[in-house]
């Protein structure tokens, strides 16, 4: 049995920030790096691959993460918001059926709470840590995105998923980075793409089997870089590392994929 497609995926627009180490060594030189959000269009329904951040603070990010918006030199505004990309292409958030949330760090979690009736897709212990994490991590995480109050309902998987049962978008359990972290792979019609979430964060990260200092288990994240060389292997997939400039630059930006 052959394997099915996606039609088409979109990667939006993205929020950025710079990372004051970056400043540090190259001055306005500095490369921003994008906070991405998926589109991806499949005949049985649109899948968002991560949320982005806060868009009830779009234009105002200081607003949801006080000082750090400026320290960072966020920039994040309307043109950044899954409803623009959805009107642009004449769909609305409705026809968003199904949201896999890499995992619940707020860069990535701020709009889940615009789809609570999706099928919302989450790692196993995910939501037990982003409630009481450890202290290095816990600003990262924000009631605001996943709490009681965003009336969401999560789908946990504590294996791989495929999401419509051909094998064209398969969740990827690769924890590590936290515990739930997921990457998603995506059958497009003339290529398959690992969008990496944060299992790693740079192309060097990847190629030298580094965790990111901010991984909660270091040992299990450089377990799941092993595994997801395997899988990119199997698969002949491309690696979409979502938070490195190069790559973004290679998939050639923000824009529809094919
Ligand atoms: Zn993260």
């Given at each position: 049995m052959s394997r099915g497609t996606a039609v088409r995926m979109w990667a939006l627009e993205p929020a950025t920030y710079r990372s004051p180490a970056h400043v540090a060594e190259f001055g306005s030189a500095a490369p921003r790096i994008p906070f991405p959000i998926y589109l991806v269009e499949h005949a049985e329904g649109f899948v968002l691959f991560d949320a982005g951040l806060?868009?009830?603070h779009a234009g105002d990010p200081a607003g949801a993460y006080g000082e750090m918006a400026q320290r960072i030199d966020m920039v994040f505004d309307e043109r950044h918001l899954v409803e623009t990309h959805l009107e642009a292409i004449g769909?609305?958030?409705?026809?968003?059926t199904t949201v896999v949330a890499s995992h619940l760090h707020f860069d990535h979690a701020g709009s889940l709470k615009r789809f609570p009736r999706a099928r919302t897709i989450l790692g196993a212990g995910e939501l037990e840590y982003a409630r009481a994490p450890e202290r290095f991590s816990s600003a990262w995480f924000r009631d605001e995105d996943f709490g009681a109050g965003t009336g969401l309902e999560f789908d946990v998987i504590d294996e791989d998923e495929d999401v419509f049962g051909d094998g064209s978008l398969v969740v990827r359990r690769l924890?590590?980075?936290?515990?739930g972290s997921l990457a998603l792979q995506v059958a497009l019609p003339e290529r398959t793409l690992v969008l990496s979430g944060d299992v790693v964060h740079t192309r060097g990260a990847y190629e030298s089997e580094l965790h990111y200092h901010g991984d909660v288990d270091s040992v299990a994240a450089r377990a799941s870089l092993r595994r997801l060389r395997g899988i990119l292997d199997a698969e002949k997939a491309d690696l979409w590392i979502a938070h490195d400039p190069a790559d973004w630059e290679r998939f050639g930006g923000a824009g529809e994929k094919r």
């Open positions: 806060d868009p009830d769909r609305s958030m409705d026809d968003v924890p590590g980075h936290t515990p």
